[in-house]
């Protein structure tokens, strides 16, 4: 069997081929299906993929880097051996990544920003979902929709403060619309996650000059009255195999990428809902109905408040819900899922390798 490389981040849930067991990550439910296809396609034709701790680069046929160009712009390899890049995380939280000088060392890049590809040095790569783990759809009755709840955000990632400008982050998008509904719906209402950071509760833009002159019982009453907003929402967490399950208790989930603005850039939120038979609120790909027909989910853009948004769903009955959920239905059992699952995605990074090893 020839070697090949994937390079991940260094953390305890990545490296060890830790990627490749679908064990949850961090307490979230794995995002890596797609790695785990892509190395049984490799390992079939007598390639074995594995990390950078196991099998070192250098010793490697080609290297596939996840999110990561900075080890690769001062490290050395072996002649006519393929460097590539997969982008699956945007610009908002990775900027590095994004610059042509950090790029210019990869001999092919793989990205959800179908802007830039080119079918020669750029390819497209879809966020993989891994459709084969969801349970078999089941619509919503009447008397299911009575009895659910209005409305759920499942998140592990606020941001309380506003995000600096241009960064196209989503994560205070997220956070006002669980205030709002804190403040003026709380027992419509319910919020999931592992926790909030007390120490993100404590701070603010040029909070760390104002801790010289500032006592710390004013960062510690500030914690504790933002604390409020969450708790009177907050639920606890959710075991990484228990959100459709979980999910499936309300009408509507908040579904907020956690950066907006960037074409392609579709993860999970707006799938995990589908699988639960839940109507998404979804903010994040601003061509998301170029790949899932608009009848699926309630676009944010379209509310000019969290008023108006709240009237609508307040006031929508069965008949209208219904045929938002046969939307979802007939997109999941049609072709449309196709293109972002992750035996189409492992294929198409597969046969590139294979193609330029020949």
């Given at each position: 069997?020839?070697?090949?490389?994937?390079?991940?981040?260094?953390?305890?849930?990545?490296?060890?081929?830790?990627?490749?067991?679908?064990?949850?990550?961090?307490?979230?439910?794995?995002?890596?299906?797609?790695?785990?296809?892509?190395?049984?396609?490799?390992?079939?034709?007598?390639?074995?993929?594995?990390?950078?701790?196991?099998?070192?680069?250098?010793?490697s046929v080609f290297v596939l880097s996840v999110d990561n160009t900075l080890p690769f712009q001062n490290m050395s390899r072996p002649a006519g051996q393929p460097w590539y890049l997969l982008l699956s995380e945007p610009a908002t939280y990775h900027?590095?990544?994004?610059?042509?000088?950090?790029?210019?060392?990869?001999?092919?890049?793989?990205?959800?920003?179908?802007?830039?590809?080119?079918?020669?040095?750029?390819f497209l790569y879809r966020f993989a979902i891994d459709f084969e783990s969801y349970p078999p759809f089941q619509p919503v009755s009447a008397e299911e929709f009575e009895r659910r709840k209005l409305c759920s955000v499942v998140a592990a990632s606020f941001g309380i403060s506003p995000p600096r400008a241009g960064s196209?982050?989503?994560?205070?998008?997220?956070?006002?619309?669980?205030?709002?509904?804190?403040?003026?719906?709380?027992?419509?209402?319910?919020?999931?996650?592992?926790?909030?950071?007390?120490?993100?509760?404590?701070?603010?833009?040029?909070?760390?000059?104002?801790?010289?002159?500032?006592?710390?019982?004013?960062?510690?009453?500030?914690?504790?009255?933002?604390?409020?907003?969450?708790?009177?929402?907050?639920?606890?967490?959710?075991?990484?195999?228990?959100?459709?399950?979980?999910?499936?208790?309300?009408?509507?989930?908040?579904?907020?990428?956690?950066?907006?603005?960037?074409?392609?850039?579709?993860?999970?939120?707006?799938?995990?809902?589908?699988?639960?038979?839940?109507?998404?609120?979804?903010?994040?790909?601003?061509?998301?109905?170029?790949?899932?027909?608009?009848?699926?989910?309630?676009?944010?853009?379209?509310?000019?408040?969290?008023?108006?948004?709240?009237?609508?769903?307040?006031?929508?009955?069965?008949?209208?819900?219904?045929?938002?959920?046969?939307?979802?239905?007939?997109?999941?059992?049609?072709?449309?899922?196709?293109?972002?699952?992750?035996?189409?995605?492992?294929?198409?990074?597969?046969?590139?390798?294979?193609?330029?090893?020949?």
């Open positions: 069997m020839r070697k090949a490389t994937l390079f991940v981040r260094e953390h305890p849930c990545l490296i060890g081929d830790a990627i490749f067991s679908g064990a949850p990550m961090e307490g979230m439910k794995s995002d890596a299906f797609m790695f785990i296809e892509l190395r049984r396609l490799l390992d079939g034709q007598g390639i074995a993929l594995a990390t950078q701790d196991i099998h070192a680069p250098e010793e900027p590095h990544n994004y610059r042509p000088e950090n790029q210019r060392v990869f001999d092919r890049i793989f990205t959800y920003d179908y802007t830039l590809v080119d079918n020669k040095r750029y196209g982050s989503l994560l205070h998008e997220r956070y006002k619309v669980l205030k709002w509904f804190s403040d003026h719906h709380p027992t419509e209402f319910d919020f999931f996650s592992r926790g909030v950071d007390s120490r993100e509760l404590e701070t603010f833009p040029g909070a760390g000059l104002l801790r010289r002159v500032l006592p710390d019982a004013f960062f510690t009453w500030l914690g504790r009255y933002r604390k409020r907003v969450f708790d009177r929402v907050y639920r606890g967490p959710i075991p990484p195999d228990d959100k459709i399950r979980r999910l499936r208790d309300y009408r509507f989930s908040i579904a907020y990428e956690n950066t907006g603005n960037v074409p392609g850039y579709l993860t999970e939120k707006i799938f995990d809902c589908f699988a639960a038979a839940v109507v998404p609120i979804y903010l994040g790909d601003p061509e998301v109905g170029k790949t899932i027909p608009p009848a699926c989910f309630i676009d944010r853009r379209n509310f000019a408040s969290h008023e108006a948004l709240y009237a609508h769903i307040r006031q929508m009955r069965y008949a209208q819900y219904i045929l938002h959920i046969q939307a979802i239905e007939a997109y999941l059992t049609g072709a449309g899922p196709t293109q972002l699952t992750s035996a189409a995605n492992a294929q198409t990074i597969s046969q590139i390798a294979l193609n330029d090893l020949v």
